[in-house]
């Protein structure tokens, strides 16, 4: 290749830029920014075994520079790129509703621009937007079953995605899935989805309960600054180790700020087990009631 930019043999459309670290593969419509994210999303690895290949030994992890709450250069102006668009909607339509997703919620993302189906693969990317309207983040997931996602390259993280921006409460999720199971928890309960905002921080990690030295997620931190009638944020992140210290970590940054309302998923791991679980539980209702 020429410049700075090589590919592999084994995969063609796969570029990697030699000056930073930064990589696309282009025919599956994601890229990365390190290594470790390499091993992780193109060789398939575990996180433990990735850091292991990388430092030769048991790694010791230091989770404040592991996260991507924020990027070290989130000031400086980045190019995002998003993978090319399919002229349908049909695949990402068919997995997410079959996530338990509403239909309607897809469709207004997918007409608000906020959600498409990517080429050649068909993943969901789902899309942020700067203060001037103009795509600033986006992150993507395989339509397939594949255990496939990430952030494309050049978000900024600062515009993770979000749904609704008027109300006094903010929720806060740690996926897009998470956020759209949720909103269709809503609508089941309510007949209301838009009435708040949604946010989803792209993924948290367990930091030290007691680190004041700890970061808000650096999406949290824009939106609040933005958005100054929130006055409660109501956190319904993972019931697993890293949901609950990360959930921890934030009340504790932003106590006398705002409200902190910790609402994890009453059911399963998160939010879109919680609405399967609902779900089910409709149906067996009405199979009672036939």
């Known amino acids: 290749m020429s410049g700075n930019t090589y590919c592999t043999r084994t995969h063609d459309s796969l570029k990697i830029n030699a000056s930073n670290g930064k990589w696309m593969w282009w025919s599956r419509g994601f890229g990365g920014y390190s290594a470790l994210d390499y091993l992780i999303k193109v060789k398939g690895m575990q996180f433990m075994e990735a850091m292991k290949t990388l430092s030769e030994d048991e790694p010791a ?10 990027h070290p250069d989130s000031d400086k102006e980045r190019k995002l790129l998003l993978p090319k668009r399919s002229e349908t909607s049909l695949e990402i339509i068919r997995y997410l509703s079959g996530r338990g997703i509403d239909r309607e919620i897809i469709k207004a993302c997918i007409n608000e621009g906020l959600l498409y189906e990517s080429l050649p693969y068909h993943n969901c990317i789902f899309v942020g937007y ?3 309207g103009k795509a600033a983040y986006a992150c993507y997931r395989a339509t397939t079953g594949e255990r496939l996602m990430g952030d494309a390259t050049g978000s900024d993280k600062r ?3 979000r749904i609704n921006n008027s109300g006094n409460t903010l929720h806060v999720f740690e996926s897009a899935i998470d956020l759209l199971s949720y909103a269709t928890i809503m609508k089941m309960k309510t007949g209301e989805w838009r009435a708040e905002p949604m946010l989803s921080l792209g993924g948290v990690y367990a930091p030290s309960i007691n680190n004041k030295q700890s970061k808000l997620p650096i999406a949290l931190e824009k939106m609040t600054q933005n958005q100054t009638q929130i006055n409660t944020i109501a956190l319904h992140l993972d019931n697993d180790f890293a949901g609950r210290n990360a959930a921890a970590a ?3 940054k932003l106590e006398g700020r705002c409200v902190i309302r910790d609402e994890p998923p009453p059911y399963g791991k998160d939010c879109n087990d919680y609405l399967q679980h ?3 539980q409709k149906h067996a209702r009405q199979m009672g009631r036939e």
Request: avoid cysteine; charge should be neutral.
């Open 250 to 252: 934030i009340a504790t």
């Open 130 to 132: 700067d203060e001037a």
């Open 278 to 280: 609902m779900i089910r």
């Open 61 to 70: 992890i230091n989770h404040s520079k592991a996260a991507r709450w924020d």
């Open 159 to 161: 515009y993770a995605f």
